[in-house]
């Protein structure tokens, strides 16, 4: 069934941020913040392992230059946060870091290699294995973002189901056309959003991470050409 793990990561993204938020009220502060700091950390190793896999360093200092300035220009990161707050108001949340926990698990779920490589797969063998792997994953990953971020979490599956979504249709209909150093230098890049990422949850600096999702695609489009 196409799109089965997508399905499926939405389901144990969901049932893990339920569990979390009920947590979130359970837990003192300081354990919140503790759990904060140790999902930056992980979130910026998981980041620095993917980049350091890139064959093509140029492929992607140009792609980040580029698009970095694209992302910033399209103010992505504007768009997506006036969604989180649409809906933070409709389910009337008094949850302040309602957008931040949506678009942090959405990044930190959709920006690793096993999203790319499982979407190509269920795309084009059909086959859901990395998928369902992922799911649990990113389950167990959703309680301890949810107990630090709150219920915003769960809605990263929004934004999940069209990325990791449309990945696996894109691959449905493209077959096996993506060559694997296209696909190596995209999870690069992908490594490196997940580096801003862990230096934002970590409040090192604040990045708008966001606005380098543009960067991916054009990684796609130099690797193709270069």
Request: some cysteine.
């Amino acid at each position: 069934m196409l799109l089965l793990g997508t399905i499926i990561n939405i389901a144990t993204v969901i049932t893990g941020s339920l569990i979390g938020f009920f947590f979130h009220s359970k837990l003192p502060a300081r354990f919140l913040k503790i759990i904060f700091q140790a999902i930056g950390l992980f979130t910026f190793y998981i980041g620095i392992t993917m980049a350091m896999k890139t064959e093509q360093i140029l492929i992607m200092i140009f792609s980040m230059i580029i698009g970095s300035a694209l992302g910033e220009w399209i103010d992505i990161d504007k768009y997506i946060n006036r969604f989180g707050n649409r809906v933070k108001k409709t389910l009337k949340s008094n949850n302040e870091t309602f957008s931040e926990g949506m678009v942090s698990a959405f990044l930190l779920f959709c920006m690793g290699s096993m999203t790319i490589l499982g979407a190509f797969e269920e795309g084009t063998q059909a086959k859901s294995d990395l998928l369902i792997a992922k799911s649990v994953m990113d389950g167990f990953s959703s309680v301890a973002l949810a107990s630090a971020l709150g219920i915003g979490v769960a809605f990263s599956v929004l934004p999940l189901l069209v990325f990791q979504g449309g990945l696996t249709l894109l691959a449905f209909w493209l077959g096996n056309l993506m060559p694997d150093n296209v696909v190596n230098e995209m999870s690069a890049v992908g490594g490196l959003l997940l580096v801003g990422l862990g230096i934002s949850i970590l409040e090192i600096k604040k990045i708008k991470v966001i606005n380098m999702i543009p960067t991916l695609v054009v990684a796609i489009i130099l690797a193709f050409l270069f």
